[in-house]
């Protein structure tokens, strides 16, 4: 099992410019997530899939849209990528809410 | 909403000692889990350990152990016999109802050095 993958490591973007980060999950896990990392700012939510077919906001979730294309996959799009959304993107899984999460890998991100 | 409150920035230890990172909460739920989770250099976020608030003993997974004093809302973890591969940052983390569904709210993290 790969558990948790993400897609791509590395990014960098110009400001203006759109992106999708893309996750997959392998352990049929019902919930999904997407933080940001920022420094001395813990992880922060910025969307979320409860199950297949919802999706809710986050803490921080201007500037970004979701998708739950399938139980197995959740995409975190950038329209109009900002400096301000510079950061480490990290997906992550639960079987139920409330349980143990299981991360990714994480995607670093860098718009100039 | 839910606050997670890690009053260390950063903390020491000297290989083969003890250490213990403080973590405190507030939450209106009952039912809940609690989590480290450790973050090496690598970035990957692994899980440490995970508390059920409702049992009353501690967890213990090998050298890990928590102190969960839930009338505190206070959840510490105790680092024994720290090794070298125990240098990473450490987050606490708790879910918080919202909405109709359960959210992981991190606290801002610990940096744990462990000296040779």
């Known amino acids: 099992n790969a558990g948790v993958t993400q897609t791509p490591k590395f990014q960098v973007l110009k400001t203006g410019q759109s992106m999708t980060l893309q996750c997959a999950q392998d352990?049929?896990?019902?919930?999904m997530y997407w933080y940001r990392q920022d420094p001395g700012m813990g992880l922060r939510l910025i969307y979320y899939?409860?199950?297949?077919?919802?999706?809710d906001k986050g803490e921080v979730p201007n500037g970004y849209n979701v998708s739950r294309l399938n139980k197995r996959e959740f995409s975190l799009r950038l329209e109009s990528a900002a400096p301000s959304q510079t950061s480490v993107y990290f997906c992550?899984?639960?079987?139920?809410?409330?349980?143990?999460?299981?991360f990714g890998p994480g995607t670093r991100l860098l718009v100039l | 909403a839910q606050t997670v409150t890690q009053s260390q920035p950063e903390m020491s230890v000297q290989e083969a000692e003890t250490v213990t990172l403080s973590c405190t909460y507030d939450?209106?739920?009952?039912?809940?889990?609690l989590f480290w989770y450790k973050q090496p250099p690598s970035r990957q976020m692994i899980l440490v350990i995970r508390?059920?608030?409702?049992?009353?003993q501690n967890a213990t997974e090998n050298r890990f152990s928590v102190n969960f004093q839930k009338a505190a809302k206070s959840f510490s973890l105790k680092i024994s016999d720290s090794q070298l591969g125990d240098t990473a940052m450490y987050f606490c983390?708790?879910?918080?109802?919202?909405?109709?569904?359960?959210?992981?709210?991190f606290g801002k993290g610990t940096k744990l050095s462990v000296i040779p």
């Open positions: 992550a899984s639960t079987r139920h809410p409330g349980e143990t999460q299981y």
């Open positions: 352990m049929n896990h019902n919930s």
């Open positions: 899939s409860a199950s297949e077919g919802t999706t």
């Open positions: 939450t209106s739920e009952n039912n809940y889990y």
């Open positions: 508390q059920e608030a409702y049992k009353q």
């Open positions: 983390a708790t879910p918080y109802s919202g909405a109709g569904s359960y959210q992981l709210t």
